[in-house]
Each structure stands twice: as structure tokens, then as C-alpha cells.
């Protein structure tokens, strides 16, 4: 089983239509700047997107690999609490907009900076 599929299988069962996915006005914000649909988001993380990076140090972070509806690869980072049974989307960004931090598929940092998943 790939690292995080564990994490993300039950919160997709937990919340197989997104009820308790959250967006804070900060990320609606973000998405806005980004372009990025909401909804486009929210299907990434509900249904088609991938995990490729996982931390495990304070709650599960997990990064979501995922396509836009043109194909255009998308990164979702979900924070997801199994306390409260809800999750909630940190950030999404385009990782073509920076080819050069990551590797061609997209799935690895490639920059210096510890591997953070911000930008």
C-alpha cells in the first residue's frame, strides 16, 4: 500500500461526499489568486488524487497528486484530523507554474529547502 493511502481510504469513508472537508477563507483566497476551482479541489481529494508526500508529526499532512480538468497536474495538501473525523485542505498549487522544484511527473521536490511543500 502506498505511503498515506491508509490515512486518505478512511477519510474517504469516513466522508465519502465531502460534508466535513473544510475550506478556510485564507485557502478560498489562495485558490482565487491560483485560479484554481474550488471544486476541483474538492474532487482531488475526495475521489481521483494520489498521495505523494505524507508527515506524520503532529496530525496527518498529506499532498495530494491530482489533474485539473484540462490535465494539468494540481498538488492538494490536506491536514486531516481522525478526532474530529473531518479534514481540511491546507493549500493547492501547480507544480508546472515551477517545473524546476520538481521532478517530470511531479511526484518529488527537487529543491534544497527541506522538502516543504509551500511556495
Same mark, same amino acid.
Given at each position: 500500500?502506498?505511503?498515506?493511502?491508509?490515512?486518505?481510504?478512511?477519510? =474517504?469513508? /469516513? @466522508?465519502?461526499?465531502? $460534508?466535513?472537508?473544510? %475550506?478556510?477563507?485564507?485557502?478560498? &483566497? !489562495?485558490?482565487?489568486?491560483?485560479?484554481?476551482?474550488?471544486?476541483?479541489?474538492?474532487?482531488?481529494?475526495?475521489?481521483?488524487?494520489?498521495?505523494?508526500? =505524507?508527515? /506524520? @508529526?503532529?496530525?496527518? $499532512?498529506?499532498?495530494? %497528486?491530482?489533474?485539473?480538468?484540462? &490535465? !494539468?497536474?494540481?498538488?492538494?495538501?490536506?491536514?486531516?484530523?481522525?478526532?474530529?473525523?473531518?479534514?481540511?485542505?491546507?493549500?493547492?498549487?501547480?507544480?508546472?507554474?515551477?517545473?524546476?522544484?520538481?521532478?517530470?511527473?511531479?511526484?518529488?521536490?527537487?529543491?534544497?529547502?527541506?522538502?516543504?511543500?509551500?511556495?
Amino acid at each position: 500500500m502506498p505511503v498515506g493511502a491508509r490515512e486518505l481510504g478512511a477519510m =474517504r469513508v /469516513l @466522508d465519502p461526499t465531502g $460534508v466535513r472537508l473544510r %475550506l478556510s477563507r485564507h485557502v478560498r &483566497g !489562495r485558490l482565487y489568486d491560483r485560479a484554481i476551482p474550488d471544486w476541483v479541489v474538492r474532487q482531488i481529494a475526495l475521489a481521483s488524487g494520489e498521495v505523494i508526500y =505524507r508527515n /506524520l @508529526d503532529h496530525c496527518p $499532512v498529506l499532498v495530494l %497528486l491530482g489533474q485539473t480538468e484540462n &490535465g !494539468r497536474p494540481l498538488h492538494v495538501q490536506v491536514k486531516i484530523d481522525f478526532e474530529a473525523r473531518g479534514w481540511g485542505i491546507i493549500t493547492s498549487l501547480r507544480p508546472d507554474t515551477r517545473p524546476w522544484k520538481w521532478s517530470t511527473d511531479f511526484r518529488q521536490c527537487l529543491c534544497f529547502d527541506g522538502g516543504r511543500f509551500d511556495d
